[in-house]
């Protein structure tokens, strides 16, 4: 039996759907949202709730991937009605910001942090030596290049690696099946354990953070000592925005937060949105790895989309094999504009028309997003 909303919003009416979300009493509420969905809305609606039923901004933790994401839905709670005072209140991180202000907590003092390959590189070519010097005699075959691509792709397998805390395998598998599983060349793994062990010295601790460091870091700690969760805020709501995003990662992390029995989540993800496989992101974050720890979860659809009109609902329903409606009033057309592989220019046309058009009806072009199938189509 569900309750009545306490949190009357500004300027919209949750739908049904939402406003199951934003009275859920279950500990684990995970939303199967459709894109477009209003995902952020509703969470903020379930904050909303939460605020208007008494529960302290100190003790609701918000979690997103990106800045972009954290200042969406900041915004987004003003404009339900949230006031600006009490947003600043809450603990609204991403994932990485949250980590490392956790890993603040216990630290003596923070190390530096280095967000550029540039400054990362003398490192990874100093591991590389070592490795090379550890390997000299091995009947393992390693590719010990430091050119631009090697640097590269090292850094990509260093990023996976530790989102999926491929470091972490089983003492029974060999290196070779360790590198296998985690998707990266045996030369990117023995090259990361080496990177790793100049990052993180025995005696003085973690001497610098490159990026996400701050999430693997706070994964690694908590498995190794569950305790130090006690030393955390008592946040007794978490609310996870883009859970799509998800790695093995910042799954344990929000894991250690539920092994607190008073501590509620409710987050929200859509797997057909799934962007950043490149840091080991997986559609199982949604469901499958939740139900693998906790008995009682309970899931809820958002499936109207308010980002187009209901042709291309169905289109996307008929495709995708799911629920999929649309709550705008709005004939949005399908165009079908074909080329040829030798006329790849041409494909440039229509976009531009449509970037022009969006313009001159009112739309900005910070609003505006064009989706590539590769690389080389931005040229």
């Not at 739908?15 to 477009?36: D, F, K, Y």
């Not at 390959?117 to 090379?132: T, V």
């Not at 972490?168 to 793994?189: M, N, R, Y």
Request: proline share 4%; with cysteine; aromatic share 8%.
């Amino acid at each position: 039996m569900s309750r009545a909303p306490r949190f009357i919003p500004r300027g919209v009416i949750p739908t049904s759907e939402q406003q199951a979300i934003q009275c859920s009493q279950h500990r684990i509420s995970l939303i199967e949202a459709n894109a477009g969905a209003a995902k952020t809305t509703t969470l903020a609606l379930r904050i909303g709730e939460a605020l208007a039923r008494g529960l302290a901004p100190q003790q609701i933790l918000g979690l997103v991937f990106t800045p972009e994401a954290l200042a969406v839905l900041q915004q987004r709670l003003i404009d339900l009605g949230v006031s600006p005072f009490v947003v600043r209140k809450l603990a609204l991180h991403t994932i990485e910001g949250f980590s490392r202000q956790t890993l603040a907590f216990w630290e003596e003092s923070a190390p530096p942090s280095l967000a550029t390959l540039h400054e990362l590189k003398p490192i990874a070519i100093e591991s590389l030596e070592r490795l090379s010097l550890l390997y000299a005699d091995t009947e393992h075959e390693l590719d010990f290049r430091t050119h631009h691509v090697a640097l590269s792709q090292f850094f990509q397998s260093q990023l996976r690696l530790k989102a999926s805390l491929g470091l972490q395998s089983q003492e029974d598998e060999s290196i070779t099946e360790k590198a296998l599983i985690a998707g990266v060349t045996l030369t990117d793994f023995l090259w990361t354990q080496q990177y790793e062990q100049l990052r993180q010295s025995p005696y003085e601790g973690v001497l610098f953070r490159g990026p996400f460091d701050g999430t693997y870091d706070l994964a690694c700690a908590l498995q190794e000592s569950p305790d130090l969760l006690q030393l955390l805020p008592d946040y007794r709501l978490v609310v996870v925005d883009e859970l799509h995003d998800a790695n093995e990662a910042s799954f344990q992390i929000l894991r250690a937060l539920l092994s607190k029995d008073k501590t509620y989540l409710v987050a929200a993800g859509d797997k057909d949105q799934v962007i950043y496989k490149q840091l080991a992101a997986d559609a199982s974050y949604l469901h499958e790895r939740f139900a693998a720890y906790f008995t009682h979860l309970q899931t809820y659809p958002l499936s109207y989309t308010y980002r187009h009109g209901p042709y291309l609902a169905y289109a996307v329903a008929a495709f995708k094999k799911k629920k999929v409606d649309s709550a705008l009033a709005l004939g949005t057309q399908i165009h079908v504009h074909q080329y040829q592989e030798s006329e790849t220019e041409l494909a440039m046309q229509p976009v531009l028309n449509a970037i022009l058009l969006w313009q001159k009806q009112g739309g900005r072009l910070d609003q505006c997003a064009v989706l590539l199938r590769d690389e080389h189509q931005s040229i």
